[in-house]
């Protein structure tokens, strides 16, 4: 058809002309190319950032639990502690009392 001819017609003017057109197409793809992997490379920095920042976060978070965990069972060690010696100061009292009271 006509687009045929147009396209022998363009090679008998300029053999180099169709080449350049095909050239400059593939330029043309290979640039967007360019420009996608550049933002894909963007959107992929940001991931890792996002989620190395996600990763420290939860690091921190799980050491804090971890501390208030020490701290919870610690003030727990020291009120059973402390309920023990006032069980035994109490038996050692009345202990002293009945020896006090046998003794008089």
């Given at each position: 058809?006509?687009?045929?001819?147009?396209?022998?017609?363009?090679?008998?003017?300029?053999?180099?002309?169709?080449?350049?057109?095909?050239?400059?197409?593939?330029?043309?793809?290979?640039?967007?190319?360019?420009?996608?992997?550049?933002?894909?490379?963007?959107?992929?920095?940001?991931?890792?950032?996002?989620?190395?920042?996600?990763?420290?976060?939860?690091?921190?978070?799980?050491?804090?639990?971890?501390?208030?965990?020490?701290?919870?069972?610690?003030?727990?060690?020291?009120?059973?502690?402390?309920?023990?010696?006032s069980k035994f100061l109490?038996?050692?009292?009345?202990?002293?009392?009945?020896?006090?009271?046998?003794?008089?």
């Amino acid at each position: 058809g006509l687009a045929l001819d147009l396209a022998a017609l363009m090679d008998l003017v300029d053999p180099s002309a169709k080449a350049n057109v095909l050239l400059q197409n593939h330029l043309k793809r290979l640039l967007e190319e360019k420009r996608n992997l550049a933002e894909l490379e963007d959107t992929c920095d940001f991931t890792s950032t996002f989620f190395a920042r996600l990763l420290g976060f939860m690091k921190k978070s799980l050491k804090r639990r971890h501390e208030l965990v020490a701290r919870i069972q610690e003030m727990e060690r020291v009120r059973i502690e402390k309920q023990l010696a006032s069980k035994f100061l109490l038996n050692m009292s009345e202990e002293q009392a009945r020896v006090i009271s046998a003794g008089e």
